[in-house]
């Protein structure tokens, strides 16, 4: 007499029918899954591709070897008065531009002045201070080109600069070579001249501050919350509003910063301490947040533990349970500080879009940060501006990975597991 099977025998046909549905469910769910990260990858490769690509000449200046015979120029200058403390004084009074452009039409002709770009000159200037001698016979000088040429140079010019660099290069004239002065420069109304140190200067200087307010004050609250304030209407208060400060649009801070550090405080307009300020306010729920949820995944034996050792509560927790959060709570720092590095909308309320064409030397010195720099950049008219935009982009996110490798090594480096 043959059994009943019964709604659990694994080896009927409808429940091998379950079986095999709920492996395919399964499989087309790792499908999904390996989808979505093999496009979010993608994604990141696409950006990156195209930032390289198109910022990688952005690196690149080209020069024109303008060759100048300093005997028969019109400069004016003693060799002598080089080697003393007079030495900038009799640069800045000596006429580089004219003798530059000069040397260019007779060297290439009526109108050569404007194969050279506008800050040519000081390439000639700097030639001078390192080497006076020069002054006494002829010379080669690499300078910088025009922007025509700078483009051609990169196979996106028009018909005239394709012409001129194609002479140029006949002549053995022109070459393309790392530009060190983007790394070293500031910004310029040039795009053969300009530079990112200014804004990444200024951008260290605001992260700096940011970091130095928004950290401590931050894990110094969230460490209040969790492990002494008591529990009542007050301090659900606190936390709902903490939550909502971390939602708040990051331009209501900026708001927030002009009417408070600039209008009320009478603080200097676009300085890299009101930027610092304005975004340790926007970075500060975050590392609230992330450090209380830190300090929640402690285990509670710790501190039963801890106190059952002698220890005081304070020790508790500056012993034992900081220790065991810090790792968590350097994770929220990363998010926190790789968002204020970002940001453009607070600081371009509080003034810090301004035209910097030195660096600042203190926090209180007017300065630029690189989104916004990138942001003036990309809204230029000069074709030349373009590729420098992109080159700025790849120098933030190598500036935004550093501080995150830095980051993730400290939080590493002090992860206990228990």
């Known amino acids: ?53 198109n910022g990688a000449s952005g690196f690149l200046q080209t020069q024109v070897k303008l060759r100048i015979d300093f005997p028969r120029s019109t400069l004016i200058l003693d060799p002598a ?11 800045a009074g000596a006429d580089f531009e004219g003798v530059a452009a000069a040397a260019a039409d ?10 050279l770009s506008d ?12 080497t006076p001698s020069m002054l006494s016979g002829k010379a080669a000088i690499w300078v910088p080109a025009a922007t025509g040429i700078d483009i051609a140079a990169k196979r996106e010019g028009d018909a005239a600069s394709e012409a001129a660099y194609a ?44 970091l130095l307010l928004a950290f401590p004050i931050g894990v110094l609250s969230a460490l209040y919350l969790e492990e002494y304030a008591p529990r009542n ?50 970075t500060m729920p975050v590392i609230v947040i992330a450090s209380r949820n830190a300090i929640k995944a402690v285990p509670p034996s710790i501190r039963d533990a801890a106190l059952a050792l002698g220890a005081s509560p304070v020790q508790v927790v500056f012993h034992h349970v900081l220790p065991l959060a810090l790792p968590g709570i350097l994770t929220g720092t990363i998010i926190g500080m790789a968002r204020a590095l970002g940001e453009t909308a607070p600081l371009l309320m509080i003034g810090m879009r301004a035209f910097i064409a030195t660096p600042p030397g203190k926090l209180t ?54």
């Open 167 to 210: 002479k140029l290069k006949g002549a053995d004239a022109v070459r393309s070579a790392f530009s060190t002065a983007f790394l070293t420069g500031s910004d310029s109304t040039d795009p053969t001249s300009v530079g990112i140190w200014g804004a990444l200067k200024g951008s260290l200087m605001t992260m700096a501050v940011t």
């Open 233 to 282: 209407r007050w301090t659900d208060l606190i936390e709902v509003s903490i939550n909502n400060l971390a939602a708040v649009p990051s331009i209501i801070f900026g708001l927030l910063g002009l009417a408070v550090f600039l209008n009320t405080f009478q603080l200097p307009r676009s300085a890299a301490l009101v930027g610092g300020l304005t975004l340790a306010l926007m």
């Open 1 to 53: 007499m043959n059994k009943a099977r019964t709604p659990t025998d694994w080896k009927s046909d409808a429940m091998q029918k379950r079986i095999a549905r709920r492996y395919a469910a399964e499989r087309r769910f790792r499908l999904l899954g390996l989808g979505a990260v093999l496009l979010s990858a993608g994604f990141l490769v696409f950006l990156l591709v195209n930032m390289i690509g």
């Open 119 to 130: 800050s040519a000159w000081t390439a000639v200037r700097d030639a001078v201070a390192k």
């Open 365 to 418: 010195d007017p300065s630029t940060v690189l989104p916004v720099q990138i942001f003036l950049w990309s809204d230029e008219v000069s074709r030349g501006f373009i590729e420098k935009t992109s080159a700025a982009i790849i120098v933030l996110l190598v500036f935004l990975l550093a501080m995150n490798g830095v980051a993730i090594y400290l939080r590493n480096r002090f992860e206990t597991r228990w």
């Open 81 to 91: 008065a080089l080697n003393g403390f007079g030495a900038d004084k009799a640069l």
């Open 106 to 115: 007779a060297q290439f002709g009526p109108g050569g002045a404007r194969l």
